[in-house]
């Protein structure tokens, strides 16, 4: 999506990031990772534009606008039919105006073999989606990683702790998703870590391996893209 052609990021929940996800939802998807933070109400939905009209005494049109439903709920109610995973973004013990108070998110089940397995000291705080779009994702994953000396993100945490609560990153929990996991367990292997999406015991559950610090390699290659508008313009999916 070009923000420099349709404006911020919060005015194109229903035009584009829902109408976006009905489309990839269609066409058969088992999860959709999206790395857009929706920490606010959209700036340009009818009723945030009717509650600026009001402060300057235009309450007809803003009444017109409050008839108009509400982007925010357009996109919440596309994610309740569709299973989407959500970033969220560790952060610093420092004061944000997005941070929810004491970390008071749920995490999808993550559990640990050992329960005392070391993931790091990882991010005391948290920048999360709204709650409306936390209650309809599937799934809730951290975004955060750390580029090497030289500036080139070579390797990313599968999982790390984040307000005390391991999270998995975004690939591995569109994984567990789309084989519809109720948890994922992580635990230590002879060669590093190793998430399994859903109970160990079963043998057909997908597995994805990491080093012993839980992170992994990144594979940059080509990738099947087509852009947005393409995609919506045409309704068409590679």
Not at 95 to 116: I, Q, Y
Request: charged fraction near 25%; proline fraction near 7%; glycine fraction near 8%.
């Amino acid at each position: 999506i070009s923000l420099g052609l349709v404006g911020s990021e919060m005015c194109i929940r229903d035009s584009y990031l829902a109408r976006l996800v009905e489309l990839i939802g269609a066409h058969g998807a088992s999860a959709i990772a999206m790395d857009v933070l929706l920490l606010e109400p959209d700036a340009q939905s009818p009723e945030q534009q009717a509650s600026r009209y009001r402060l300057r005494g235009l309450d007809g049109l803003a009444d017109e606008l409050q008839s108009i439903r509400d982007t925010d709920d357009v996109f919440t109610e596309v994610m309740r039919e569709v299973p989407v995973v959500l970033p969220l973004l560790g952060t610093p013990k420092i004061p944000s105006r997005h941070s929810v108070d004491n970390c008071d998110w749920n995490a999808p089940a993550v559990t640990l073999d050992p329960p005392d397995l070391d993931l790091g000291e990882g991010m005391p705080e948290a920048d999360v989606p709204m709650a409306e779009f936390r209650s309809a994702a599937q799934g809730l994953a951290a975004i955060n990683f750390k580029a090497s000396d030289d500036f080139i993100v070579r390797r990313v945490p599968a999982v790390q702790t984040i307000c005390g609560k391991p999270t998995l990153l975004l690939g591995p929990e569109a994984l567990r998703v789309a084989d519809e996991a109720c948890f994922s367990n992580v635990r230590r292997t002879a060669t590093g870590i190793e998430i399994v999406m859903g109970d160990p015991a079963n043998l057909a559950a997908r597995r994805f391996p990491a080093e012993a610090d839980g992170s992994f390699w990144i594979h940059y290659g080509e990738l099947n893209s087509v852009s947005v508008e393409d995609a919506l313009t045409s309704g068409n999916l590679p």
